[in-house]
């Protein structure tokens, strides 16, 4: 009677287990593009890479303004008057001396322009090692963006191969399963048959479920890989194709 009710029990598990067999037996996994492609986007949209750029770009400018510090000692004074009530004395040198010139208001416009340079002695002594200075930045922003392009192709290039060789074990877990999945099917038919042990069908189905629970978490592993890669890249890997 227990043997009839375990017969019974394997069979109602066998069957409600085997539309989701087939149904997974054949697996769509996401491909990766080429590491060229990969590292070529890396390259160009970095964001670590693009800010360190900007600061070279930044240390570049400073260059040109400790070029042009010079100016700051330099100073222009502009001015522009007008008046309506400027009064002017018309000498009238035929009239004589008893006698008043005449006195006239005119409009009054008057303009004015003034240079001043202050240059001390360590602006003159300074300046040339101010713009050494900046240009030893510019050089270190710019070798330190070529080492942070390396670094980032380096760890993407470690990050695609995890992930290239979980797709390649993914890929012979998926065929695994599938042909565990095919002698489970046999095995179970041989069983209803008479033809096969129960505890031979127990073997072979628990090959299977290990052979399933294997699949399940080499497919975790791709995909946590896969999305990590995106993640670092900032870009959808099917754009990348």
């Known amino acids: 009677m227990n043997k009839c009710i375990l017969v019974l029990l394997f069979i109602l598990v066998n069957i409600s287990s085997k539309a989701q067999l087939k149904k997974e037996s054949k697996i769509v996994v996401k491909e990766l593009p080429s590491l060229e492609k990969v590292l070529d986007y890396s390259e160009q949209n970095s964001h670590l890479v693009k800010e360190q750029n900007a600061l070279a770009e930044h240390f570049g400018q400073s260059v040109k303004v400790a070029q042009k510090l010079w100016m700051d000692k330099v100073f222009m004074d502009l001015g522009a008057q007008r008046s309506n009530n400027g009064a002017v004395l018309n000498v009238n040198n035929n009239i004589s001396n008893s006698e008043f010139n005449s006195l006239s208001f005119q409009a009054m416009n008057s303009f004015r322009v003034g240079i001043t340079v202050r240059l001390s002695l360590y602006d003159m002594v300074a300046r040339k090692d101010l713009i050494k200075q900046a240009q030893y930045r510019q050089v270190a922003a710019e ?47 041989e069983f209803q048959q008479g033809q096969l042990h129960i505890s031979e069908l127990g073997r072979i189905t628990e090959l299977a479920s290990n052979a399933f629970a294997e699949f399940e978490q080499a497919s975790t592993t791709y995909e946590k890989l896969y999305y990590q890669l995106e993640i670092m890249l900032g870009v959808s890997l099917k754009d990348l194709k």
Do not use: G
Request: hydrophobic content about 40%; glycine content about 0%; overall charge positive.
């Open 143 to 189: 070798q330190h963006s070529k080492f942070l392009s390396q670094d980032v192709k380096f760890r993407i290039t470690d990050l695609y191969k995890d992930a290239q060789l979980a797709y390649k074990l993914l890929s012979i877990k998926a065929e695994k399963k599938y042909a565990l999945f095919l002698q489970k099917e046999m095995a179970e038919k």
